[in-house]
């Protein structure tokens, strides 16, 4: 199973642009990697979800090297309603079409100020 | 609109009691997830469920059971064997795809404690 290790915490200020490297060292083949956005008392929020090289969407991009060793999230321009917990995972299905388990760190708690 | 409803939001367990979760889906998902979450920790998987009367343990299934009777729905029962029930339980669900990987959705979760 892949682990994945982020760092505990970081600091922004509004409209700064926020990278958040994550490392799964040992990324399997079929696995892809997601990313998780929870605010206190709410379940997690979807992000984006990656294969290899570069995602984007309406709220962030995600940037994978050829070794998939790692990847970053990159916020854009965040506000204060940003501040929040964000989780890097890499999942993978058990067989095809299946059930699809992912494996939760502790995220990386964002602080954005003013 | 489309979702997960997971209810009640805040229960209360007195010691020796069983409780029940309960997790709604209209999304049309085949799989269906209960994780539990302690403070400052991620998601643990207590079990989980490809398709309607079947359902697998996950990585913390002890004290916990579940059953699959409807498709949209996946109710967790604590019981008394779960010795430390407090925390936060999450339900999640997502289609079933033969190609790409779907994310997981999530429920806005049940805060357990025990009085």
């Known amino acids: 199973l892949a682990k994945t290790t982020q760092p505990i915490s970081m600091d922004s200020y509004e409209g700064q642009e926020v990278n958040i490297t994550c490392s799964h060292n040992n990324i399997a083949t079929n696995d892809y990697i997601t990313w998780y956005q929870q605010f206190p008392s709410q379940g997690p929020r979807f992000i984006i979800q990656?294969?290899?090289t570069k995602v984007t969407n309406e709220v962030a991009s995600l940037f994978i090297p050829a070794d998939r060793k790692s990847s970053t999230l990159s916020l854009p321009r965040v506000s204060l309603s940003d501040t929040a917990v964000y989780y890097c995972?890499?999942?993978?299905?058990?067989?095809?079409?299946?059930?699809?388990?992912?494996?939760f760190g502790a995220g990386t708690r964002l602080a954005v100020h003013p | 609109d489309g979702g997960i409803t997971q209810s009640p939001k805040y229960l209360f367990r007195k010691e020796g009691q069983n409780v029940t979760l309960s997790c709604e889906q209209n999304l049309n998902h085949d799989a269906m997830y209960w994780y539990r979450q302690d403070p400052g920790q991620g998601l643990r998987l207590i079990y989980y469920?490809?398709?309607?009367?079947?359902?697998q343990k996950g990585d913390i299934a002890e004290g916990y059971s579940v059953s699959r009777e409807k498709k949209e729905s996946f109710p967790l029962t604590v019981t008394s064997a779960q010795k430390n029930p407090t925390a936060f339980y999450l339900c999640a669900s997502n289609p079933v795809s033969g190609t790409d990987d779907q994310p997981q959705h999530f429920g806005d979760g049940t805060r357990l404690s025990i009085l």
């Open positions: 995972l890499v999942g993978f299905r058990r067989f095809s079409g299946g059930y699809n388990k992912l494996i």
């Open positions: 469920s490809q398709i309607v009367n079947d359902f």
């Open positions: 990656g294969y290899k």
